[in-house]
């Protein structure tokens, strides 16, 4: 008898009907004889519709005050569903985040999971019952409520699983799993049987919201398998698990892009020691994470200068543009340029480690589609170009094209 904990995502409990479905489900593997704990998303666009009504309270809510407001979605989902498996005969209890033992520390709205104590989880499955327990929210150690962030009821799923030291986290959603592109971009996207940790986690961390990639982390510490599959069909999905020499040997196994990005650059920084070092301080102090960062140095009248460029989250794009503002004049440079309407298009695959030509490869076939690379940033399993925004689903489907990942190339 094993143990699972079921994630369903928001598209999966959107309304009664749904919620009835997957509540059949989860009922149907208990009746299998497995232990079940099952995590709730919100409904679909009840997070988006309570993140708009703060923001019509208030400018800038308060972020303690908005993590109240946010966890209630995931109150109602939970409550619902254990309404509706109770008129379905099943005797179930709903938790919120501080009743499943859920600890966490950091900011609100980017709360971390720090412990989980899952007491009143594991009474519920001795008794012989199903537990629900509401995603995306825990309480910190000064008793207030917080939210993980976007997605984070995959990491509550990943973090109960591995607490509750159960056999695998089923994570059900609106795709039938993991695909060498998202689906909805790509209809010529192929779904993976097997994906490692690493792709799963460059793919998820360049863009891929399909796993939230705190979740991802987690499972790959803790060597914990996790099912991506539909939550409205009955076919096996993708299972994320370790790498393993059966698995396929293609250099690249993914793309995808993100729109989440903006670029700033210094134009003419004096090019000396700790010019970088005061630049990024100032971001991080401002807690504002720089991805990638590329300076060039020119001779010109006056000496060595360099323009230096970085990108950070959309998000906080104004806010970094205002505090690089504030140092121009200290570091003597020319002016502060920014720009918001950028992609990163990326692309993953353990099998870049022993292929040359990928990184030739990919360029040519942006260029094919006129593409202009602004930035670029590899790792030993990615390579991520900055294009234009408006190019980002035109170099998904080129570079998918390209590297031959569509449907019937291999591994199905
Ligand atoms: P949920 O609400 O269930 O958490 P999400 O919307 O967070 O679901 O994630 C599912 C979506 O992720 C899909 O609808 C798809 O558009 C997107 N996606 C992006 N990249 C991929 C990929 N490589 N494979 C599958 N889905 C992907
Ligand atoms: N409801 C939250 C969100 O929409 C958390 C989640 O769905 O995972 O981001
Ligand atoms: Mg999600």
Not at 175 to 204: F, H, K, Q, W
Request: glycine share 8%; net charge negative.
């Amino acid at each position: 008898m094993s143990l699972i904990v079921q994630k369903y995502g928001g598209s999966s409990v959107a309304d009664l009907e749904l919620i009835q479905g997957v509540a059949r489900r989860a009922i149907a593997a208990k009746n299998e004889g497995h232990r079940v704990v099952v995590v709730l998303s919100a409904m679909k666009g009840e997070t988006d519709r309570l993140i708009r009504l703060a923001r019509s309270a208030s400018p800038d809510p308060d972020p303690r005050e908005l993590d109240s407001l946010l966890s209630t979605g995931e109150q109602i989902s939970t409550a619902l569903f254990a309404m509706t498996c109770q008129s379905l005969g099943e005797k179930v209890k709903s938790f919120l985040g501080f009743q499943a033992g859920i600890i966490t520390s950091g900011p609100h709205c980017r709360a971390r999971i720090s412990s989980i104590d899952p007491a009143r989880i594991t009474t519920e499955l001795a008794k012989g019952r199903m537990a629900v327990v509401a995603g995306f929210q825990g309480i910190d150690r000064g008793g207030d409520v917080t939210t993980l962030g976007r997605g984070g009821s995959d990491t509550t799923a990943v973090a109960l699983a591995v607490a509750l030291g159960a056999d695998v986290c089923e994570i059900y959603t609106d795709v039938d799993g993991i695909y060498t592109t998202d689906p909805n971009v790509c209809a010529d996207a192929r779904r993976m049987d097997r994906i490692c940790y690493e792709e799963m986690l460059e793919l998820s961390s360049l863009g891929a919201k399909v796993m939230e990639i705190r979740s991802v982390e987690l499972a790959m510490n803790y060597d914990l398998p996790i099912h991506v599959r539909h939550a409205h069909s009955p076919k096996e999905g993708t299972l994320i698990c370790r790498e393993d020499p059966s698995m396929e040997k293609t250099p690249v196994r993914g793309v995808t892009h993100s729109m989440n990005e903006a670029r700033i650059t210094l134009t003419r920084v004096k090019d000396e020691p700790g010019v970088a070092a005061r630049i990024l301080q100032v971001a991080a102090k401002a807690d504002i994470v720089v991805d990638m960062i590329i300076q060039n140095t020119s001779v010109s009248e006056g000496g060595l200068h360099t323009d230096f460029s970085f990108t950070v989250p959309l998000p906080d794009y104004g806010r970094t543009m205002g505090l690089m503002g504030g140092i121009v004049s200290d570091l003597h440079a020319e002016s502060v340029v920014g720009d918001d309407q950028i992609a990163k298009v990326s692309i993953v695959g353990v099998g870049m480690r022993n292929h040359a030509g990928v990184a030739a490869k990919m360029f040519q076939a942006l260029a094919s589609e006129n593409i202009n690379i602004v930035m670029i940033t590899t790792s030993e399993i990615k390579i991520s170009c900055i294009i234009e925004k408006k190019y980002a689903e035109l170099a998904v489907r080129c570079l998918h094209d390209s590297f031959d990942l569509a449907k019937g190339d291999g591994e199905g």
